[in-house]
């Protein structure tokens, strides 16, 4: 049977430079589109590329966020489960599974139980259901809920995939109307079998799934716009990364044809990725960072925490924001050791330095794709008014004509720039205005304004000069590093002509800011007692540990 097809709106071009903005959706996954990897040094404005994306295509963008699948004519339920009902008689005709890892399936059923107050009755229930994903339960409750239900819901867990694989296959008696092994009742077991077909699944519908999906999946925007880190595997037409920094992944393999490079001057730049560090409680591990994902673009960080994590990462994140640039423009040149697998450059491992060139080639610029750059996109041109429809269409004119790709004819590109800024309702940095300082009160100190200003013009002399000085890409890179050379230069002039008391010296203040960032989360990454327990990875690094 084929296939139905799967109708998708796109924003409407309206002739003579006007349009209308509609919302972006899903490219079917049989599309096999022409992919475009956009990257870009971490809060580099890629949240405002994607959402003009969004404008411009309407292909679905997807972020570490959100999931928007737009699906409709539906019933879900959690039956056979005990907080599931079969009240749609036969007026269903096909079934797809969703599954959950449990890990994570079953402290948040206890948190939806918690904010219900743990109410049976839908009586009950109706006072507390503005609670639902409000707060998560109490601790001491859920060790008390998870230490008595823990074995009888990974049970469910499993008996529920089963009961619909199996058509039915019903795991509890008849009697027990509430499913629930109370008092007379109990689950059947092994002994049991052949356990009864469930009377919905001979009578009202076929139980078995036409399809499975994974919710853990699911929160990856694997059609569309995707993210590297919830990349899922299909080719999905434009994935956004910050790889090869290190809060960046190469999940996509070999999956995407093309890039885009995305800058913004590193002087807003690097302020605002610490603000994400700050809004995810600078964790690491996805499961950590999944706690705080809802705080992002909503607060800039406290000031005393800024001044910290600048005063001891600036001097490695302004030259990770130049290795970024250099990385895409030299097709793959990798600034750190291959054992270094977190790309931190932090002990034992380091950052490769003049010295060391040249510099290794990274194998997916070799295997996966060519990487060098067929665009280039100012986020802060991006922004502007006056420049942001231009390099708009610059996106347009490389995802015209490509394969699965739907973009707006030239003369509705301001149009929905426009629009974009206007209807999108994605989380923005100008968010974090409402209940922050402004991000002009987070500055540098004299030296290392001086120090992003020798960055800047060296970036923009190596860009100007051979082999580069006829690659447009190159030189579009140039003419905006003149933008960022003269803002920087600007305001450390004034800074220099309205100087600030400045502390007394401290000989242990770098030792503070290390046992700070230790405290957070994001120090010692290659603690030895932590890399000792990595069997297969030991053996090759023991060495820099000074262990034979």
Same mark, same amino acid.
């Given at each position: !049977?084929?296939?139905?097809?799967?109708?998708?709106?796109?924003?409407?071009?309206?002739?003579?430079?006007?349009?209308?903005?509609?919302?972006?959706?899903?490219?079917?996954?049989?599309?096999?589109?022409?992919?475009?990897?956009?990257?870009?040094?971490?809060?580099?404005?890629?949240?405002?590329?994607?959402? &003009?994306?969004?404008?411009?295509?309407?292909?679905?963008?997807?972020?570490?966020?959100?999931?928007?699948?737009?699906?409709?004519? !539906?019933?879900?339920?959690?039956?056979?489960?005990?907080?599931?009902?079969?009240? @749609?008689?036969?007026?269903?005709? &096909?079934?797809?599974?969703?599954?959950?890892?449990?890990?994570?399936?079953?402290?948040?059923?206890?948190?939806?139980?918690?904010?219900?107050?743990?109410?049976?009755?839908?009586?009950?229930?109706?006072?507390?259901?503005?609670?639902?994903?409000?707060?998560?339960?109490?601790?001491?409750?859920?060790?008390?809920?998870?230490?008595?239900?823990?074995?009888?819901?990974?049970?469910?867990?499993?008996? $529920?995939?089963?009961? @619909?694989?199996?058509?039915?296959?019903?795991?509890?008696?008849?009697?027990?109307?509430?499913?629930?092994?109370? *008092?007379?009742?109990?689950?059947?077991?092994?002994?049991?079998?052949?356990?009864?077909?469930?009377?919905?699944?001979?009578?009202?519908?076929?139980?078995?799934?036409?399809?499975?999906?994974?919710?853990?999946?699911?929160? *990856?925007?694997?059609?569309?716009?995707?993210?590297?880190?919830?990349?899922?595997?299909?080719? =999905?037409?434009?994935?956004?990364?910050?790889?090869?920094?290190?809060?960046?992944?190469?999940? @996509?393999?070999?999956?995407?044809?093309?890039?885009?490079?995305?800058?913004?001057?590193?002087?807003?730049?690097?302020?605002?990725?610490?603000?994400?560090?700050?809004?995810?409680?600078?964790?690491?591990?996805?499961?950590? =960072?999944?706690?705080?994902?809802?705080?992002?673009?909503?607060?800039?960080?406290?000031?005393?925490?800024?001044?910290?994590?600048?005063?001891?990462?600036?001097?490695?994140?302004?030259?990770?924001?130049?290795? $970024?640039?250099?990385?895409?423009?030299?097709?793959?040149?990798?600034?750190?050791?291959?054992?270094?697998?977190?790309?931190?450059?932090?002990?034992?491992?380091?950052?490769?330095?003049?010295?060391?060139?040249?510099?290794?080639?990274?194998? $997916?610029?070799?295997?996966?794709?060519?990487?060098?750059?067929?665009?280039?996109?100012?986020?802060?041109?991006?922004?502007?008014?006056?420049?942001?429809?231009?390099?708009?269409?610059?996106?347009?004119?490389?995802?015209?004509?490509?394969?699965?790709?739907?973009?707006?004819?030239?003369?509705?590109?301001?149009?929905?720039?426009?629009?974009?800024?206007?209807?999108?309702?994605?989380?923005?940095?100008?968010?974090?205005?409402?209940?922050?300082?402004?991000?002009?009160?987070?500055?540098?100190?004299?030296?290392?304004?001086?120090?992003?200003?020798?960055?800047?013009?060296?970036?923009?002399?190596?860009? *100007?000069?051979?082999?580069?000085?006829? $690659?447009?890409?190159?030189?579009?890179?140039?003419?905006?590093?003149?933008?960022?050379?003269?803002?920087?230069?600007?305001?450390?002039?004034?800074?220099?002509?309205?100087?600030?008391?400045?502390?007394?010296?401290?000989?242990?203040?770098? &030792?503070?800011?290390?046992?700070?960032?230790?405290?957070?989360? &994001?120090?010692?990454?290659? *603690?030895?007692?932590? =890399?000792?327990? !990595?069997?297969?990875?030991?053996?090759?690094?023991?060495?820099?540990?000074?262990?034979?």
């Amino acid at each position: !049977m084929e296939s139905p097809k799967i109708e998708r709106k796109a924003s409407i071009d309206l002739g003579n430079g006007n349009c209308k903005w509609t919302k972006s959706f899903p490219l079917p996954i049989e599309s096999d589109p022409f992919g475009t990897l956009i990257a870009s040094y971490p809060a580099s404005g890629m949240r405002v590329v994607w959402q &003009q994306i969004e404008g411009l295509t309407s292909i679905r963008v997807g972020d570490d966020y959100q999931y928007g699948g737009d699906r409709v004519g !539906m019933i879900k339920t959690q039956y056979p489960h005990y907080e599931g009902i079969w009240s @749609y008689g036969s007026t269903l005709d &096909q079934v797809i599974l969703v599954t959950r890892n449990p890990r994570w399936a079953i402290p948040s059923f206890h948190h939806i139980l918690s904010e219900l107050n743990y109410a049976q009755e839908w009586s009950d229930v109706n006072e507390y259901i503005m609670n639902i994903f409000t707060k998560r339960s109490i601790m001491e409750n859920w060790i008390k809920w998870r230490d008595l239900k823990a074995f009888s819901e990974i049970n469910l867990w499993g008996w $529920h995939i089963d009961f @619909y694989m199996e058509n039915g296959t019903q795991y509890w008696n008849d009697l027990d109307l509430k499913e629930l092994v109370k *008092n007379l009742f109990f689950f059947f077991n092994e002994s049991n079998k052949p356990w009864p077909i469930n009377e919905h699944c001979v009578f009202d519908i076929d139980c078995v799934p036409v399809a499975h999906v994974s919710y853990d999946k699911m929160r *990856n925007p694997d059609t569309g716009v995707g993210d590297d880190y919830q990349f899922g595997g299909d080719k =999905v037409g434009i994935i956004k990364t910050q790889y090869p920094h290190y809060e960046g992944i190469w999940s @996509y393999g070999s999956t995407l044809d093309q890039v885009i490079i995305v800058t913004r001057n590193p002087r807003w730049a690097i302020p605002s990725f610490h603000n994400i560090l700050s809004e995810i409680d600078y964790a690491q591990e996805w499961s950590d =960072v999944n706690d705080y994902i809802t705080n992002v673009f909503t607060r800039r960080a406290p000031m005393e925490n800024w001044i910290k994590w600048r005063d001891l990462k600036f001097d490695s994140e302004i030259d990770l924001w130049g290795w $970024h640039i250099d990385f895409y423009m030299e097709n793959g040149t990798q600034y750190w050791n291959d054992l270094d697998f977190e790309r931190v450059g932090e002990k034992p491992f380091f950052f490769f330095n003049e010295s060391n060139k040249p510099w290794p080639i990274n194998e $997916h610029c070799l295997l996966d794709m060519d990487c060098v750059p067929v665009a280039h996109v100012s986020y802060d041109k991006m922004r502007n008014p006056d420049t942001g429809p231009g390099e708009l269409s610059k996106i347009a004119n490389i995802l015209r004509e490509k394969k699965g790709m739907t973009v707006l004819s030239d003369e509705a590109i301001e149009c929905i720039w426009n629009q974009t800024w206007t209807f999108s309702t994605a989380p923005r940095n100008e968010n974090r205005d409402i209940s922050s300082p402004s991000a002009s009160d987070y500055k540098f100190t004299n030296t290392q304004l001086q120090a992003m200003l020798d960055k800047l013009e060296f970036m923009k002399n190596k860009y *100007n000069s051979t082999p580069w000085i006829n $690659h447009p890409i190159a030189q579009d890179l140039v003419l905006t590093f003149d933008v960022y050379i003269k803002e920087v230069a600007e305001e450390l002039e004034y800074q220099n002509e309205n100087p600030v008391p400045t502390p007394a010296p401290n000989p242990d203040y770098y &030792q503070s800011l290390v046992d700070w960032y230790a405290t957070v989360g &994001q120090g010692d990454r290659y *603690n030895v007692d932590k =890399v000792r327990g !990595m069997r297969g990875y030991w053996p090759l690094v023991k060495n820099f540990y000074g262990e034979e």
